[in-house]
């Protein structure tokens, strides 16, 4: 007896144009399903699954999609910009969703390094779980609001006005810790990677409340 298609399996309106894209941009790397699917750390299944519109991928997917296929999470969403524009202003900062967090470019396309302003509701986010490991470097300034941030076997709780510089081939995970979710400045180096960058382990980390 078959069972009934469950909501994560149902084509998504979210990102409408992602999943072809996301297959062209395969296709022009010269990868199959099985060789992609090895490099981001998903499932074949799994792939076919955002390939086709079943799945919407998570803005930390998002960052190694783009990571994986040599382009920026604007481009993989279909945005288009002035490539060398220095000024983004505020009423061109659409909001777009990924996976339950709010985003906003707010740097230029086409670049190494990524800008996005971000919000992380607070509450159980399958992301929330995810360990993340790449090469490049991650900063992040907490704006509003109080944030988790797990480098390693360490927690550290920052709060409203915060920051963080770290290598990214630590592995690390964010999630927001009050009640009105989390907002923040996020910047990224986009570098293209063959390894996986979501690592799941066994992980205990110690609690440290950075000043």
């Known amino acids: 007896m078959s069972r009934p298609p469950s909501p994560a399996d149902q084509p998504s309106a979210e990102l409408p144009d992602m999943a072809p894209r996301l297959r062209s941009l395969r296709s022009r790397s010269g990868l199959t399903l099985e060789a992609a699917a090895a490099r981001i750390g998903l499932s074949p299944a799994h792939l076919s699954r955002l390939e086709t519109g079943r799945r919407t991928p998570s803005l930390p997917m998002l960052l190694t999609l783009a990571r994986t296929y040599g382009t920026t999470v604007s481009e993989l969403l279909g945005e288009v910009g002035e490539e060398r524009e220095p000024v983004i202003r505020a009423d061109r900062m659409e909001p777009q969703q990924a996976g339950g967090w709010t985003y906003w470019r707010a740097g230029g396309s086409g670049r190494a390094l990524q800008a996005l302003r971000l919000h992380v509701p607070t509450g159980p986010r399958g992301q929330e779980e995810l360990v993340r ?38 592995p690390h995970r964010i999630a927001a810790a009050s009640p009105g979710g989390v907002d923040l400045l996020f910047l990224h180096t986009l570098l293209q990677s063959g390894a996986a960058e979501l690592c799941l382990g066994d992980h205990r980390p110690t609690h440290r409340r950075t000043p």
Do not use: C, K, N, Q
């Not at 704006?143 to 290598?167: N, P, S």
């Open 133 to 170: 490991v790449h090469p490049g470097e991650e900063w992040l300034y907490v704006t509003r609001g109080r944030l988790r941030l797990t480098l390693g076997g360490t927690i550290h709780l920052l709060e409203t006005g915060d920051a963080a510089h770290f290598d990214s081939l630590t």
